[in-house]
């Protein structure tokens, strides 16, 4: 009757076991396809931001300030020149 008593508790021992088994290798995949997910959005988010300073470099502006500029200087050609 005690053997009995220890043979069932063995086997709720083992499918509780099993159980936490296979919650774990369920977890594990979880975080394997959320890395992978991080990982791409992550290339993603870098050549956004690449574009976008590229785009930012393109549509920069000479004289930013707001202020009036003699547009014939030699100062502010070599900007031109060096802006294009």
Do not use: W
Not at 14 to 25: I, P, T
Not at 50 to 65: I, S
């Amino acid at each position: 009757d005690v053997e009995r008593a220890y043979q069932d508790a063995l086997q709720l021992s083992l499918a509780c076991e099993n159980q936490a088994k296979a919650e774990l290798v369920g977890m594990h995949s979880t975080v394997i396809l959320q890395s992978l997910f991080c990982g791409r959005l992550s290339s993603q988010l870098t050549a956004q931001e690449e574009k976008q300073k590229e785009q930012k470099k393109r549509k920069g502006k000479l004289a930013g300030n707001g202020l009036p500029r003699l547009l014939t200087g030699d100062e502010f050609y070599s900007q031109v020149v060096e802006f294009e």
